[in-house]
């Protein structure tokens, strides 16, 4: 399995950008898929979530409401749409496959992961 990011860029505060991943091989509609950041000296943390059929989807409480997450099967993508984007949303956003585990929010539950792509929102 190959997840590949992109979308990422520079963007001012209040702006939007739209994150795609698109994956290799023949089960990824088997597969719950998130995306996942990681600011400079920060842990890894959770953003969002998507089930196999993209029925049921889960958010950070700090992107909640801000950030949409959608999936196209026939296509082999996953998507992150960032609307009002704060400065403190500066990361590098990770797409990953979910394994399957207790907690989506844990990033120690996805197994594959793309190689990241940098979103900076400026203030």
């Known amino acids: 399995v190959q997840l590949q990011a992109s979308g990422g860029g520079l963007v001012q505060a209040g702006g939007s950008l739209r994150l795609s991943c698109a994956a290799s091989?023949?089960?990824?509609?088997?597969?719950?898929m998130g995306w996942l950041r990681q600011a400079p000296g920060k842990e890894r943390e959770f953003v969002a979530a998507?089930?196999?059929?993209?029925?049921?989807?889960y958010y950070a409480d700090s992107v909640k409401d801000r950030f949409t997450i959608s999936r196209d099967n026939a296509k082999n993508q996953v998507y992150l749409q960032m609307n009002s984007l704060k400065p403190e949303d500066t990361a590098v956003y990770y797409c990953?496959?979910?394994?399957?585990?207790?907690?989506?929010?844990?990033?120690?539950?996805?197994?594959?992961w793309g190689q990241g792509t940098l979103v900076t929102v400026s203030s």
């Open positions: 998507i089930s196999w059929n993209g029925g049921i989807t």
């Open positions: 990953a496959r979910y394994r399957g585990g207790l907690d989506k929010s844990h990033a120690s539950e996805y197994d594959y």
């Open positions: 091989g023949r089960t990824f509609s088997r597969y719950d």
